[in-house]
């Protein structure tokens, strides 16, 4: 009884920046639990496309710029069309832009905030309006450790993830009673392409070991239970959570 909990046979996720990093071992989660996947990214997915066609499942690929809200209404009725559903999205695909705020400048922060946060509320709108019509669904949006703390030289990524929570938050209000479950996801520090320039700095890298207890770098393929419980039956009365997968950096 309680394994069927976390099957998610049968369902569709949309998964966003799902060519490498978070998003791969998110898209490879979800199709190990039995969902098919439609993998938005701007360069082709090929190794992703093969784990979850190796899982079993349907990979479907949506060539998009998530740099402005022009293709939200088309990934969804593309994923739709393609795989017969729409039941989960995951909003992952991010930037970030480095400087010290007395020098940040503005193409960086526009550049940041639209895509961290205007364009994942539009997509989620999108997706949302068809879940609505459709029984519900589930929504995951990835946050981050600056949703909680103020981090340094990231002032527009500090500010759209932030942002990322509160709507997480809003939404979950709106739309529960509409069966759709709105949740995120918080990464701690993840060894991704976005978090390289950290890795690579020996000063830094010591820093943030020092503080994770678990004494790592998270993997992206850590972030999978996470997903794929907010995805699936157990998680049906959580709403407006953002469940940190950090190695216990937010309790230190």
Known sequence: MTSNLFDLTGKVA?????NTGIGQGI???LAQAGADIALVARRDPD????MVEQAGRRAHVVMADLSSIEPCERIVAETVAALGGLDILVNNAGIIRRNDALEFTEDDWDAVVDTNLKVLFFLTQAAGRHMVGHGGGSV???ASMLTFQGGIRVASYTASKSGVGGLTKLLANEWAAKGINVNAIAPGYIATNNTSALQAD???NRQIMERIPAGR???PSDLGGAAVFLACDASRYVHGHVLAVDGGW???
Not at 14 to 18: E, F, L, M, P, S
Not at 47 to 50: D, H, L, P, Q, R
């Open 27 to 29: 898209a490879i989660a």
């Open 140 to 142: 995951i949006n990835i």
């Open 14 to 18: 949309i998964v966003t920046g799902a």
């Open 47 to 50: 190794e992703t496309v093969a």
């Open 217 to 219: 770098w998270g993997e």
């Open 202 to 204: 020996e000063i830094r």
């Open 250 to 252: 937010l309790a230190r």
